[in-house]
């Protein structure tokens, strides 16, 4: 019962998200890392149909068996997959037969939802409404990039919120945190994902973190005394970063004739200096922190600190690189792809932001990205 | 009057051809040759407003002022471009923008066209509908493109004609032609581009060309007999990309299980051995030349012998490179640009295919393409 | 006195081990991770001059401006370097003029090591050799990669030992480890590189290390057994990597008719089953522990165990990344960029190999490198 | 006898070219197109024993069968080439393995010389001598490109004389060409290369040619008078070439504190004002002729003015793309491979530099390179 109102809720919320689109916005792949809006909606549809209904739903047929070669991710054990490079060039799937897979796939899954499902099924159900809610934060920030890099600026949608003020944005007030023995990772009842699991003891030496974000003000005084131009605040692999792709300023930052702006839910807007900044790389806020003379927490100080933090406004660079905890395994089959193999080459991020969806912050979530991506509402929150 | 009708009838032309399209095959731009059939509207609009519009045209407001920015093609003169290969990225403006901005610009026109003009700016006109005629081959060419890689392959029409079929396809009926002092270029009354004027004379030595263009079949020989495993047929350049490529066979070709099939308007078909091979690029039209102990015929023996040939299903590729007539010289401003520029490391194409627009097809028409590209409807005549 | 030796004693080691080679040798680049060992002997030359003799040797003058240009590395902070990929195409300065400038420094250097030095000038004098130590070590392995890839496969000395031997190679050996707090990181007197720095308590849970590394006999059978054609035991980051560049074995292995050689100092080899893998990426390292049902050792559980294993013979990939340890803080001016600047994207290896320099092999060592290199003397130790 | 002489002069000359290098410089590949000169050494030397010794010369052993893998070049009939950007990379075989090389396929040479030959056999001869004469200037070509993009500009020999001065530069002066039919190709007796043969007939309408090549100082005024920022004067891939590489002059051209300054075989110099222009791509060259309201000559124009012309100080590019001459035939087998296979994308030079060897200056003679290529001694001749 409550698992058949989650499902309706979650699957409602993604299209729901996606209704101020025109059908062109549905369709295009600016860059590798941003999935047209039609594959987010085909591949969260795909992972019910491939995990829960073609296994366990008796007498059900694939609404096209062409679509698991077109909506499969990267799950390698379920079959070729699409190379994610070719996204942007599917103009089929229209959009519509799209809302009909979808439609077809609920459908299948109301009926199933009505029977009595073993409590693995209903962990299995679980993780896909997960698995979708993640998509929803992709699907907010993918949104943003395909309009927010379009020359003609359009807004997203009227109605969205404005991001919070930070009313003090001194940067000098500091949670103070005692060295000793704390305990990293879930515990409890309720939803989490492996890479949470393995819940054990890690020791902090003594260490303090900033009660507050980064406002966007705070990095335009970086930017304003030559932060951009300065190789001794960088990592070697974020200088060349910087260099090769001439970065000078965050990511839907514009100087246009000398007044800064950028890119919002609402089209192209003054900059607003009292905001936490978003959409920087690691190498920005690594780069941040040395030019203030601070560091990054680790992903261990942040979850300890943080029951005594307000945070959620935006995803925080730490300075830990993705690593499985002591006893992390992988779930048998392909279920067990979830996480385990993204941990190469990716730092973890701490929080949530204004696009996050509900179940998906929490002290113990573990967010990664590679350091050079920017598309994410990433923020910066200083340590020493 | 006539131009009102002709101009009429070439834009209706055009959207005409965009009618069976779902919105999302508007936009998608699958490799840099290929432009999303939306931007083709735009760009020929764009045309008429930036050169006949706001020039001539008193009180004529543009549209949109952005609208330059995202239709210009290489019109340098114009203004910075939409860097070519981001054209797939742009969702806005969104297809019924562009439908309303051929209406705005329609409707002007129409305006302008009731009204006495001079010589010249007829003759702009002329060029404009020639330009978009042009457009209307590419239209055909990218939509079949765009549906025939797309892992569903959708029909485009059922109401396409099917290729005809060449029923003599013994390859042994050959066209003599003396040798001898032979006029080219273009002569006499009506439209025709700056590339075919300058008449000369050229001289040529006894040559045969083939009657009929290669077929499907012949073609499927070659494969057959190893023509793409053996290098003494290709080019250096030719067999480097086939290796690159790893090329076997003409695009839209398929080997499914031991059939051979190929993507047609009307979806996915059995391979039609008898009518003409088309989507090869000049290096396996060179190559199979030399495997039948042939060559490709010039474009001035293409242009001797053609009042004596049928002609018109493919573009035929010839053994000269795209190059100025004696006497070339580009027009002033940016019509100038529209032909010279590209005289550099292409080949001449002569004939015309089953989507060549009317007046397209004429015996001094120079239309020319990079050897490696197969997206046009490209054969094969055989000269010796 | 002890300096002035130490002097003598490492740079001469440089020069013997370029003994064996023949001036071409000294020349090429053939990836960019390799470096010309011409370069490595004019660059640690260049330190010399930079750091010590041009701002501490009253009267010094430079050898030749222009190679501040040539020989630079990395170090921002002295000037414009040579793009690091266009090493291999300078055959200027030759070999002998590099030589030349070797002892021309090397004369003003035993001229400023019999004055009475300040413990500073010591300390970055120490830090030169050891610099010079570690690029010894790359001398080693890039010869080896230049004549180990040239079709003739040149020996580069028969008078280096071969590998050592692991005859109890059942695996089935374990050191266990009781969980605790340990303490990590350099202590007491001599030299240590920075990143070492900051002795800090680590927290670690019950764990167990294999007392031996892995053989080349036991990675054979993780290559005849398929794992390098499943999936599931690579990172996604690594599947990539295997299928991209066709990985099928470690670096200079060969399968020539059905017999596994490979590449030694000797020149081409029968594989030798029981001597300790090398030349293995992190992705393979961690696909074979995946494979074996095990998983690498941290950083931290190998410094704990290390003074009860035997280690040495090869650098042992962790599954730590390259981080900073609490407290880590850079030197001021050039000496600063050392290590820090590298601490993203690459992963820790502990331990030592058999082309290691003396004193580049103690417990706390931190040697790091990007997880798809394999030029090194990398190797295996499993966790549990 | 003749050929006795013959081969060894043409040996000798190439060795003797070498012989101011350094054996560092006999190893680099700086550019794909630059071929380390020990590779022209040993693959001049691979043609003889390739084709002449080993087929003809009863008893010959190769004198290492490796260096067919080293040392082809595009003849894929012979068997698996090194790939061509591998070239830089290969430190053995060591210059001084190649001399002996070269000393051991000359003492077979001339010892199968001193018997009978069929004419066959001597025309083979006398082909390989030519091709070594082609890797002459190639290897001049080359060695500049090493010295001349060495951040030291070291010079190449003192002893080279400096390019002819052009004293009459107003451009003004012009031979006028009648109309007519003009016979074009080789005839007579002598050696000429295939793409020389089936001469024929080529009907041109009135021209004229320049009298002097373009000489430093005019090119000078295009640059000053903003050449390189002008579209109007390029092709559009000629524009393409100069914005992505950034082109501003002619290659080896370099303004140093704003005095123009070029590489000369002598090291850097000030630029000559009086001199033929030299290292332009055809880009360049179309867009000089353009800006000076002219254009280049074709092939047929030039080989039918050449008689009245001074030439041979720089390779003329023209308005021709390399294509076969009306009956054109390949060799078969290997030989067959020279020319043929090179003819696409390329553009025709004629005349000569100051590097060509004897025998390769001739009215009939067909040089060609890709329309981007600036490293040989390529000039410009104006024609209206």
Known sequence: MLLQQAYETVRNRTTAICAPLKTEDYVVQPVVDVSPPKWHLGHTTWFFETFILLPHAAGYTAFDPQYNFVFNSYYETVGARVIRTDRGNLSRPAVEDILRYRQ???????????????????????????????????????????????????????????????????????????????????????????????????????????????????????????????????????????????????????????????????????????????????????????????RLPTEFEWEAAAPQLAWGQRWEWTESAYLPYPGFTKAAGAIGEYNGKFMISQMVLRGGSEVTSPHHSRITYRNFFHPALRWQFTGIRLAR
């Open 104 to 294: 077809y796939v609920d459908e299948a899954m109301q009926l199933l939802l009505q029977q009595e499902l073993t409590p693995d099924l209903q962990a299995l159900i679980t993780l896909g409404l997960h698995h979708e809610e993640q998509h929803q934060e992709l699907l907010y920030t993918d949104i943003k990039y395909i309009l927010g890099h379009n020359p003609l600026f359009p807004p997203y949608s009227e109605h969205m919120p404005l991001p919070d003020t930070i009313t003090n944005n001194s940067g000098d007030t500091w949670l103070n945190m005692k060295a000793g023995i704390y305990n990293i990772g879930f515990a409890g009842e309720g939803f989490c994902f492996d890479n949470e699991l393995g819940r054990h003891k890690v020791y902090l030496s003594d260490f303090a973190l900033s009660t507050h974000l980064v406002t966007n003000g705070e990095y335009l005084d970086f930017i304003q005394s030559g932060g951009y131009q300065d190789f001794s605040y960088w990592h070697a692999e974020g200088w060349d970063w910087v260099r090769q792709n001439q970065v000078t300023m965050p990511m839907y930052w514009y100087n246009i004739s000398g007044q800064w702006m950028h890119y919002t839910w609402q089209g192209l807007q003054p900059l607003l200096p009292d905001t936490p900044l978003a959409h920087i790389s690691y190498y920005e806020a690594a780069a941040y922190a040395a030019w203030k003379g601070y």
